[in-house]
């Protein structure tokens, strides 16, 4: 009787071990990145791109001055930065229609709709991210790394890649 109890508890206590150590199903993490990425919307707010001078020149920052990036791997205004990815390259999301700040050209601005149904932003049709390493306003750590199948750029004013390898 001991016996037939144990094998009827083991599957359900081997199944909560593997979900206790981040094992559980795609679906899971795909939750997880579609709250990560609500989280970094601000509430009710609109994303505001602005232009400040960093180490490779003058670049485009979010209204926290954090950096933003391009996605070389992105073709057209599709994301394909998703789970992983997004966690260390948070996109650039919104609430509404974005706001150009001090030496952005605001009819470069623009959203998408990422896979989860939020907007992320772009410009001159990259979606654009943060680096989350980047924990200073103006750092640029991110740049001309090569992840995630591609490299990651800072953009000009322009809406092309500043290119310093």
């Not at 083991?10 to 071990?17: F, H, I």
């Not at 974005?98 to 001159?124: F, H, I, M, W």
Request: charged content about 15%; overall charge positive; hydrophobic content about 35%.
């Amino acid at each position: 009787m001991k016996r037939l109890l144990l094998l009827a508890i083991a599957p359900a206590l081997a199944a909560l071990v593997v979900a206790g150590c981040g094992g559980g199903s795609s679906s899971s993490s795909t939750q997880q990145t579609s709250t990560q990425s609500k989280a970094a919307a601000p509430s009710g707010a609109a994303a505001t791109v602005s232009l400040r001078k960093l180490n490779v020149g003058n670049a485009l920052v979010d209204s926290q001055g954090r950096t933003l990036y391009l996605f070389e791997a992105d073709k057209g205004p599709m994301s394909t930065c998703n789970g992983a990815c997004a966690s260390l390259w948070p996109p650039d999301m919104t609430s509404g229609k974005p706001n150009a700040g001090p030496g952005v050209d605001a009819a470069k601005l623009g959203t998408t709709k990422r896979s989860d149904g939020t907007l992320e932003v772009t410009y001159n049709g990259h979606p654009l991210y943060r680096y989350a390493p980047d924990t200073k306003p103006g750092e640029d750590t991110g740049q001309g790394l090569n992840q995630f199948g591609a490299k990651w750029y800072v953009l000009a004013a322009s809406g092309s890649k500043i290119d310093s390898d």
